[in-house]
């Protein structure tokens, strides 16, 4: 017999098992490791390989070269701390819906995506970049992980293509967007 208090808790599927929490609000833990990785090595990795990196990719433009070799951290941690916004959100909504979110499946499908980016940036300059550690250890087995699970409790939205790039490229808008607001937020506090 199930009482009212179990019922209010509940967080099912859609006639399937139910999602626990670590799908839905693990999606922002999995993002805070992620991104803590990208953060520590960020201030030393990026400044010390654009002399070697502008070599080998001479068609970047050269502010892109500037704005990597002059990295200011607070900025970038604002940034950061602005993506962060979005994903906690998308997991919480996540987590009050169950898992059925269009947002939050986006944005768990924009997470895995984004970390096969970081393996393209590192095998494209043949190295560690910030991020990729993270990724085959965390990033990619939570997506599959969280993905599976929402596919048994009958809740997974179908992969298309189409979606994979909305996802990916809203990620890259969020990024984007993340660096515009962390640039003016900055400036003030500056002058």
Same mark, same amino acid.
């Given at each position: 017999m199930r009482t009212r208090g179990n019922a209010a808790e509940r967080v099912g599927g859609g006639g399937g098992e139910e999602v626990p929490g670590w799908v839905t609000l693990g999606l922002f833990g999995a993002w805070v490791v992620h991104d803590a990785e990208e953060l520590l090595a960020a201030r030393y990795r990026i400044p010390a390989r654009v002399p $070697?990196? %502008? $070599? %080998? #990719? *001479? /068609? &970047?433009?050269d502010r892109l070269w500037r704005e990597m070799a002059e990295l200011d951290v607070r900025r970038f941690g &604002?940034? &950061?701390?602005?993506v962060g916004l979005v994903v906690a959100a998308a997991a919480v909504e996540g987590r009050r819906t169950g898992g059925r979110s269009a947002v939050? /499946? =986006?944005?768990?499908?924009? #997470?895995?995506?984004h970390g096969l980016v970081h393996l393209a940036q590192a095998t494209a300059v043949r190295g560690y970049t910030p991020g990729v550690a993270t990724t085959p250890l965390l990033v990619l *087995? #939570?997506?599959?992980?969280?993905r599976a699970r929402l596919r048994r409790a009958g809740l997974l939205r *179908?992969? %298309? =293509?189409?979606d994979a790039l909305l996802s990916l490229g809203l990620a890259g808008v969020a990024t984007a967007g993340a660096h515009l607001v962390a640039r003016r937020l900055t400036a003030r506090g500056r002058g």
């Open positions: $070697e990196l %502008r $070599e %080998r #990719f *001479p /068609q &970047v433009p &604002v940034a &950061v701390g602005c939050y /499946q =986006s944005v768990l499908d924009g #997470f895995g995506l *087995p #939570f997506t599959l992980a969280a *179908p992969a %298309r =293509s189409g």
